[in-house]
């Protein structure tokens, strides 16, 4: 049974750092392209971040360049996403999703071709 598990949300002032991490189960970490997508109230779930199963490349949201890293170490399952210069913006529900290499191919912003999502933390940034 795959399950990916989120910890790190919190409240925060603007300005300030988060960083969130996703431990993964069930599943063979390194055939995984791993990403964050966040939802905020009334709106769409949207991209943040990405990083491939292959060769590391990292993918990220226009909005979140510069300020945001994702990271991963695949000896421990885990994922993670530094969050710095954090505006009130920034506030929504992140995910943790996995996605299966596929033949090779991956598809790191597309959030309908991902396998597997993580249940969420909320992230609150004060002005």
């Known amino acids: 049974q795959v399950q990916l598990v989120e910890s790190g949300g919190g409240l925060v002032q603007a300005g300030g750092s988060l960083r969130l991490s996703c431990a993964a189960s069930?599943?063979?970490?390194?055939?995984?392209?791993m990403g964050w997508f966040r939802q905020a109230p009334g709106k769409e779930r949207e991209f943040v971040a990405a990083?491939?199963?292959?060769?590391?490349?990292?993918y990220y949201a226009d909005s979140v360049k510069v300020r945001f890293t994702i990271s991963r170490d695949n000896a421990k399952n885990m994922v993670a996403l530094q969050m710095n210069s954090l505006k009130p913006e920034d506030t929504a529900v992140y995910y943790c999703?996995?996605?299966?290499?596929?033949?090779?191919?991956?598809?790191?912003?597309?959030?309908?071709?991902?396998?597997?999502w993580g249940q969420g933390t909320q992230v609150t940034v004060s002005s």
């Open positions: 999703a996995a996605q299966y290499f596929n033949n090779g191919r991956y598809y790191p912003k597309a959030l309908n071709r991902y396998d597997y």
């Open positions: 990083m491939s199963w292959s060769d590391g490349s990292t």
């Open positions: 069930g599943l063979t970490f390194s055939r995984y392209t």
